[in-house]
T-cell receptor
């Protein structure tokens, strides 16, 4: 069945770049999403990419998609302490209404 | 920016009792969803709702669960007879018009349901 996997933890120093990785199994995925969850809060949409794109940049965020390897990454440039949160990738497939979420990556930014 | 709102933020209920979780989706959205996240686990899809009917549901969404859009603004999830394993964070989401996948889902802050 469909599955989305992420590494559980990432720790970076303030000002460095963070790269959060995600792999998925469903080759018919059409959209892939990144959400941010701060403590006690909901899921905040950060960005998303259509499967026919390789890259999308939005200010400090860069999403890279390798469809052949079914690998998605989120790069956060100049990481700040306010970026500390859990980051979820999710995928959806054409014809279905649901998202399949990854396990979430807890990003800790050290001052 | 418009947002999805959920009430209450925390619900404590005795096992076997009925519970209703409430959501107000973004006003011009047409697709509505419920997800849940058991502590320490993945966010799991429960159900999607469009045009006043369920579009898709997961294996989790059994006969104990139901959804309703009782008026033009609210979207509710009812659990008829709660079990301990229903304890989780429940997220509501909504999505605007367009093809199924070209608009992202917007999530509320969730309701933490604790079953005693």
């Amino acid at each position: 069945g469909e599955d989305v996997e992420q590494s559980l933890f990432l720790s970076v120093r303030e000002g460095d770049s963070s790269v959060i990785n995600c792999t998925y199994t469903d080759s018919s995925s059409t959209y892939l999403y990144w959400y941010k969850q701060e403590p006690g809060a909901g899921l905040q949409l950060l960005t998303y990419i259509f499967s026919n794109m390789d890259m999308k940049q939005d200010q400090r965020l860069t999403v890279l998609l390798n469809k052949k390897d079914k690998h998605l990454s989120l790069r956060i440039a100049d990481t700040q302490t306010g970026d500390s949160a859990i980051y979820f990738c999710a995928e959806s497939t054409s014809g279905t209404y649901k998202y399949i979420f990854g396990t979430g990556t807890r990003l800790k930014v050290l001052a | 920016e418009p947002e999805v709102t959920q009430t209450p933020s925390h619900q404590v209920t005795q096992m076997g009792q009925e519970v209703i979780l409430r959501c107000v989706p973004i006003s011009n959205h047409l697709y509505f969803y419920w997800y849940r996240q058991i502590l320490g686990q993945k966010v799991e899809f429960l159900v999607s709702f469009y045009n006043n009917e369920i579009s898709e549901k997961s294996e989790i969404f059994d006969d104990q669960f139901s959804v309703e859009r009782p008026d033009g603004s609210n979207f509710t999830l009812k659990i008829r007879s709660t079990k301990l394993e229903d304890s989780a964070m429940y997220f509501c989401a909504s999505k605007g018009q367009g093809t199924v996948n070209n608009q992202p889902q917007h999530f509320g802050d969730g309701t933490r349901l604790s079953i005693l």
